[in-house]
């Protein structure tokens, strides 16, 4: 796939899919409507602030090295043709999926919203069965060795503090 191609097509898909999944549905959900705060934690109001304004930057990152580096798209359709290990990737494997729930949470904590609660849960999970039963195996398959040592270093979830260094 052609750089330009896989610009175009992850922008496509970046309107269609983390703002449906991190901004609509949570719009849908909530009408991004203040609840009052949950009991004894009215400052809990700014860490969904930071959540929000953290995950965003790494979504935006994210993207932009699926198509500028890795020269495809996140979409399954048109993956890329190299493996993305560097940016936010050499802190956890799934920086997007972790970036979207960390937009979702924050707008529960935000908003405090029990329901973005639960959703944010629904997206976790339905992201954790895709990448363990379809993503994963199509990496390995895809990218061998190179996968599986990321794998073995970089956790699924939750990003370590320390960055990676391929090779």
């Known amino acids: 796939m052609r750089r330009q191609t896989a610009v175009i097509g992850s922008a496509v898909f970046f309107v269609g ?21 949950f009991p004894g934690m009215a ?17 935006i990152d994210s993207f932009a090295r699926f198509a500028l580096q890795g020269l495809g798209t996140p979409a399954p359709v048109a993956p ?18 972790v970036a979207v729930l960390a937009v979702i949470l924050g ?6 919203d029990v329901r973005l609660l639960a959703y944010g849960f629904v ?7 895709f990448v363990v039963f379809y ?10 060795t190179d996968y599986d040592v990321f794998r073995t270093n970089v956790p699924r979830w939750m990003p370590r503090l320390r960055p990676w260094s391929p090779r």
Do not use: D, K
């Open 43 to 59: 400052p809990i109001r700014l860490a969904g602030i930071a959540l929000v304004l953290a995950g965003l930057p790494v979504l």
């Open 80 to 97: 890329t043709r190299h493996l993305v290990v560097t940016g936010f990737y050499r802190h956890v494997r799934n920086p997007m999926y």
């Open 135 to 144: 993503e994963a195996p199509t990496l390995s398959r895809s990218f061998g």
């Open 123 to 129: 997206f976790w999970l339905a992201c954790h069965l």
């Open 107 to 112: 707008q529960a904590l935000l908003f405090a």
């Open 17 to 37: 899919v983390p703002l449906m999944v991190g901004g609509i549905i949570p719009w849908l959900l909530n009408g991004w409507q203040f609840r009052p705060a």
